[in-house]
């Protein structure tokens, strides 16, 4: 004698009772992680975008006329400090180079690239911002 399809549905339903939370559970956790790692992500974009910009910023104005390499290290710094925290402004550098064939003022900025929150490895992140030198004549 078989058994009535209705009856064997009725069975297999009252095993999967209690499944619904377990699965749950489980799908949120993946989806955190996800979403953490791309808010992560997000960020270390955000860091590496502004030291960037702050660098270029920085190149501009060491190449002014009646400026300084040391005047577009410290907007850098300042630029970085006001935007990102102190700690990202630790190691600047400022200096001129030849890019391109032309003489340039040449910002760079090393900083952590972050991993976990703002925490990163020391010096792991390096950008350089270039500016044309301008000349009086």
């Known amino acids: 004698m078989s058994a009535r399809p209705d009856a064997i549905l ?4 009252r095993e999967d009772r209690g499944s619904a ?12 992680f996800l979403v953490l790692g791309v808010v992560q992500f997000a960020l270390a974009v955000f860091v590496r975008n502004t030291a960037l910009d702050a660098a270029a910023e920085g190149a501009r104005q060491a190449a002014l ?6 005047a577009g290290a410290e907007r850098t710094r300042e630029l970085i400090s006001t935007t990102l925290g102190a ?3 630790t190691d600047v550098r400022a200096s ?7 003489r340039v003022a040449q910002v760079t900025v090393r ?22 030198l301008e000349t009086i004549g």
Do not use: K, Q
């Open 10 to 13: 009725c069975r297999l339903w």
């Open 21 to 32: 939370p377990a699965e749950f559970a489980m799908v949120s956790v993946l989806l955190v």
């Open 65 to 70: 006329a009646d400026s300084t390499l040391d």
């Open 87 to 89: 700690e990202y402004a």
């Open 96 to 102: 001129y180079a030849d890019w391109n064939g032309s």
């Open 111 to 132: 900083a952590p690239l972050p991993v976990i929150g703002l925490l990163g490895p020391e010096g792991s992140m390096e950008v350089a911002g270039h500016a044309a």
